[in-house]
């Protein structure tokens, strides 16, 4: 998944905790979820900046405007896209470092999809996130 979308998920649903360790463990717990979801990874290094620059904008926006998001928005989409940081570290390193997140190495489900029906999962996902808290939950 791309790190915007384990950013809104882990904020929107792990955000809504009131304790920040809570919400930031709940995050990581949605990224090993979402990793088992069908959905497409992009392999070229401008997308993934693109992705952290969209991923950051949306915790800026939080950190602007709370009132827009759950408590614990910012920790929550914090867990939810961290454990993405091993593949940026192996990636600019240029070393075969191994995984740890058990969605990373295998230990749990990590199913590709073909853009651009992998990319449109995302896309639902995330509304339905966002709209699950906003319209239900809030």
């Known amino acids: 998944m791309y790190c915007l979308t384990h950013t809104v998920v882990g904020g929107m649903t792990a955000g809504r905790l009131s304790n920040p360790v809570a919400a930031f463990l709940g995050g990581a717990i ?9 959905h497409h990874d992009y392999k070229e290094t401008v997308w993934g900046i693109f992705d952290l620059l969209l991923a950051l904008g949306i915790l800026f926006l939080a950190r602007w405007q709370p009132e827009l998001f759950p408590p614990a928005f ?6 939810g896209a961290l454990p993405d ?4 570290l192996r990636h600019l390193s240029g070393k075969e470092i191994s995984p740890i997140f058990p969605s990373h190495n295998r230990l749990t489900p990590h199913n590709p999809l073909a853009w651009p029906a992998g990319f449109w999962v995302q896309v639902v996902v995330m509304i339905a996130a ?9």
């Open 74 to 79: 910012i920790w929550g989409g914090l867990g």
């Open 85 to 88: 940081l091993e593949w940026v």
């Open 30 to 38: 949605s990224h090993a979820i979402l990793d088992a979801v069908p």
């Open 130 to 138: 966002s709209g699950l808290w906003y319209f239900y939950i809030r």
